[in-house]
């Protein structure tokens, strides 16, 4: 068996000013893998996930992505790991003033250099699986946040991620929107996707997810398998904060 991890991240810490946001942060993930995040506001959660995908530098750490440790400095490198590892945000970050199928196609043009017209095409599949064929030539101004966060995960797709990084992919979005978010990341999982994501949805999170990892004041206080941490016998302080949710 090939026990390797995609992705590894070793020991994430970062000071600003004299605040500790992280402190010693390390997870694996291994091919298939849905971890999640959770923990209360401020905990550390979007940090943690902005300096595995470099948006954040942090102070310390390491991140190997099958087995080689990514070179952060190297700008060709960072962008090349940046496509591997893909980020899906709370507020979608599109390009406003291009189509989805152009959201979708820019970066298979100008990083994988693809011709315009395989650049569409690739977009046009990625559209589909996301259910989106029919809103290929609208701009974003036009789309509901539903459809907004699907045309993310379009374009994240058409860079063929090894691990895709989920910041609360979800809670911008009116509640009669969130299940067809969560039925795209729920079909990426079925489909052996490999992905960590921050989110607050609990049942969601206990039906899918390999492994929770619960954070606070910047540390990860406990990590393991949902039916430890959240199951009838657990004293965990995931479950105290889950139940601290149930009852909001
Ligand atoms: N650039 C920054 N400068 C100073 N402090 C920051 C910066 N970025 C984040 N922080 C602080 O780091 C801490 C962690 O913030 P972060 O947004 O990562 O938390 P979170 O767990 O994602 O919270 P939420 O559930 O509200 O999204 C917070 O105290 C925040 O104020
Ligand atoms: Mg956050």
Not at 20 to 33: A, D, P, R, V, Y
Not at 230 to 243: C, E, I, P
Request: net charge neutral; proline share 3%.
């Amino acid at each position: 068996m090939n026990d390797q991890a995609i992705l590894t991240v070793q020991d994430i810490s970062l000071r600003v000013g004299d605040k500790t946001i992280l402190s010693n942060c390390s997870l694996s993930l291994h091919k298939g893998e849905l971890k999640v995040l959770i923990g209360p506001s401020g905990a550390g959660k979007s940090t943690f996930l902005q300096c595995i995908n470099v948006l954040t530098v942090p102070d310390t750490g390491s991140i190997f992505l099958e087995g080689r440790e990514v070179m952060t400095k190297n700008a060709k490198e960072l962008c090349l790991y940046r496509t591997k590892v893909g980020m899906i945000f709370q507020d979608f970050k599109l390009f406003d003033h291009l189509t989805a199928i152009d959201n979708v196609a820019i970066a298979l043009r100008k990083v994988r250099g693809k011709s315009r017209e395989e650049a569409r095409k690739r977009a046009i599949e990625e559209l589909a699986r996301v259910n989106l064929s029919d809103q290929a030539n609208l701009y974003p101004a036009q789309l509901s946040g539903g459809q907004k966060q699907r045309v993310a995960f379009a374009r994240a797709l058409a860079m063929d991620p090894l691990v895709l990084l989920l910041d609360e992919p979800t809670s911008a979005l009116d509640p009669e929107l969130v299940g067809e978010v969560l039925a795209v990341i729920r079909d990426l999982a079925a489909h052996g996707m490999t992905m960590i994501m921050a989110t607050h949805q609990m049942d969601f999170i206990r039906a899918i997810s390999s492994e929770i990892i619960f954070m606070e004041q910047g540390h990860i206080v406990e990590q393991g398998p949902p039916e430890a941490l959240l199951g009838d016998t657990a004293q965990s302080r995931t479950k105290q904060f889950y139940n601290s949710l149930a009852t909001v």
